[in-house]
């Protein structure tokens, strides 16, 4: 694998779990500011904008700054947030084929790949990791493109 699309990948993966955690964090960031902690809430914004999304925000925000991008934040976490969590719903699901049949009283018979269950779970399987990763880490990378351009512009030094 060259290095090119290994860093494709480690970038679409920090997207998939940034996207996730980017709306609860930001939230909890909120209660924070208003309950005047900020320089804990900027601590906790900023070390999920460095650790989970990889981003180089090196400037730590006034109070004003950093509640209007929280504030303007919301907005796209929630778009990423939902897209995510779909995304690595699918994941799960799909691998799980078997379980998913037991729990909603399905059959294999008439689904992809039936009527054998060993055919139904693999073309589901390889089906949920595939979309997962031609589609859904592409996707994660381009909304943690859109947060990264929404930080750097409501949180750069002015």
């Given at each position: 694998m060259s290095d090119r699309a290994l860093a494709l990948g480690r970038a679409g993966l920090r997207g998939a779990v940034y996207a996730l955690v980017a709306l609860p964090v930001a939230l909890w960031c909120l209660v924070l500011v208003a309950a005047g902690r900020v320089r804990a809430a900027a601590a906790a914004r900023l070390r999920s904008l460095r650790r989970v999304a990889g981003?180089?925000?090196?400037?730590?925000?006034?109070?004003g700054r950093l509640a209007g991008h929280l504030l303007l934040s919301l907005p796209v976490d929630g778009v990423a947030l939902a897209v995510a969590g779909y995304l690595w719903l699918l994941l799960p699901m799909n691998l799980?084929?078997?379980?998913?049949?037991?729990?909603?009283?399905?059959?294999?018979?008439d689904s992809w790949g039936g009527p054998t269950l060993?055919?139904?779970?693999?073309?589901?399987?390889?089906?949920?990791?595939?979309?997962?990763?031609?589609a859904g880490l592409p996707i994660a990378a381009g909304l943690r493109g859109v947060q990264a351009w929404v930080a750097d512009r409501t949180l750069a030094s002015a």
């Open positions: 981003l180089r925000i090196a400037a730590s925000p006034t109070r799980l084929y078997p379980l998913r049949l037991a729990v909603f009283d399905e059959s294999a018979r060993a055919g139904a779970w693999a073309v589901h399987a390889v089906g949920g990791v595939a979309v997962f990763v031609v």
